[in-house]
């Protein structure tokens, strides 16, 4: 807890303040986002070090195989984002509008491709999706949580097709990411995360080529079986 409000905390805040205000002038300027990513994933780094957490990458190489994807990860609490952004390459993600207000971060989030979604507007998911295909078509990976909201058990929710839909519409591979051991660093309610280790497991790639989208059941049925085997089997240490 102490390291969380006394190191990581100050540091996030200060280093947004920091950051932001020089780094998306400069990304506009240029037309540039590389640096801006860059010390976004640095911040990332420095953050969870300072809570004491520590992130193992089982079989990372396998996000690299292909220039771009669909990365699909289970969604247990605050951790796992940071630290996908951190070991990923270059992603954009699809996100709560309401986060899309946060004052600086909403600039550098928009500029860095990623996508607002309202959950109450009827036609939001759809253009949403039709944003992340072309941002796929621009080769610029999506990283997305396909059961659409935290999951405390040991058990996936049902997935949504949305994320495997975008991918066969782009014609881009679907990597599966397991997380373990995230939920119990940082509980549902917890304002801080407990010094610790959880791991990032990476999945051989699902291609699409040839897929259509009565495909796109099939696909998320075997992304979500090959998750939910990694979670049933012995969970890393």
């Not at 049925?221 to 085997?229: D, K, N, Y």
Request: charged share 20%.
């Amino acid at each position: 807890m102490l390291r969380s409000y006394l190191l990581a905390y100050p540091f996030l805040v200060l280093y947004v303040a920091l950051v932001v205000p020089t780094f998306v002038p400069l990304a506009r300027m240029t037309g540039r986002i590389g640096p801006l990513y860059w010390m976004a994933r640095q911040g990332c780094r420095i953050g969870l070090r300072l809570t004491g957490v520590r992130v193992r990458v089982l079989d990372g190489e396998r996000a690299y195989i292909h220039p771009c994807c669909v990365f699909v990860a289970n969604h247990v609490g605050s951790l796992e984002a940071p630290a996908l952004f951190m070991v990923l390459p270059r992603i954009a993600v699809i996100m709560k509008k309401s986060l899309g207000r946060i004052p600086l971060l909403s600039s550098a989030m928009r500029m860095g491709g990623f996508i607002c979604v309202d959950r109450k507007a009827r036609d939001s998911r759809r253009r949403a999706l039709d944003q992340a295909v072309r941002t796929l078509q621009a080769g610029i990976s999506m990283l997305v949580f396909p059961e659409g909201t935290r999951n405390s058990g040991a058990k996936l929710l049902p997935f949504r097709p949305g994320p495997f839909q975008m991918a066969i519409d782009a014609g881009v591979p679907v990597v599966p990411v397991t997380v373990h051991g995230a939920g119990a660093l940082m509980p549902r309610g917890a304002a801080y995360p407990r010094p610790g280790t959880f791991a990032l497991q990476f999945h051989d790639p699902v291609l699409t080529e040839g897929l259509d989208l009565g495909d796109r059941l099939e696909l998320m049925r075997s992304v979500r079986a090959t998750m939910q085997a990694a979670l049933d089997g012995q969970r890393p240490g």
